[in-house]
């Protein structure tokens, strides 16, 4: 009976592992895409506050290049910051999309059990499927 309990209980701390780490990533993924977004928003009006600069410029009749480069270079700076965390995100997505990959590999635990790879459900090694999930588990 304590041999069950061991088992349930090292189930449910790695369930728990798993769900921890699983929000932490949602929630890095859902901060880049608000930075992202924030950032081409910032980059529109920057675009817009240049656009009307330069309007008032050749409507007045007074050209001054260091303001209109002081603006380009905003933009410029918005642009780099909204590279990187694009680049951030891809990684990000890259990184999900290869543990996915490798969570879909079936392995064998020290205990002659095949862990679930949707799950982390131990199952002895004859099972065709995850008797928690129904996950297939060999090919």
């Known amino acids: 009976m304590s041999d069950f309990f ?10 728990i592992s798993i769900a921890s780490q699983k ?3 949602l929630m890095e993924a859902g901060k880049l895409q608000t ?5 081409r928003n910032d980059k529109k009006n920057a675009i817009n506050e240049l656009g009307k600069i330069t309007y008032d410029m050749l409507k007045s009749e007074s050209f001054e290049l260091e303001v209109l480069e002081g603006k380009f ?21 890259t990184k999900e999309a290869n543990k996915e990959e490798s969570k ?6 020290d205990e002659a ?7 982390g459900a131990e ?3 004859s099972a065709m499927f995850c008797g928690k999930c129904g996950t297939k588990l060999k090919e």
């Open 6 to 15: 061991g088992k349930f209980k090292k189930g449910l701390d790695k369930s």
């Open 104 to 109: 879909s590999e079936t392995y064998v635990s």
């Open 23 to 25: 929000s932490g990533e």
């Open 123 to 125: 199952n002895p090694l």
């Open 73 to 93: 270079q905003e933009i410029l700076q918005i642009e780099k910051e909204l590279e990187e965390k694009e680049e951030a995100k891809n990684k990000e997505e």
């Open 113 to 119: 059990h095949v862990i679930c790879p949707n799950c």
């Open 35 to 39: 930075q992202i977004i924030s950032l």
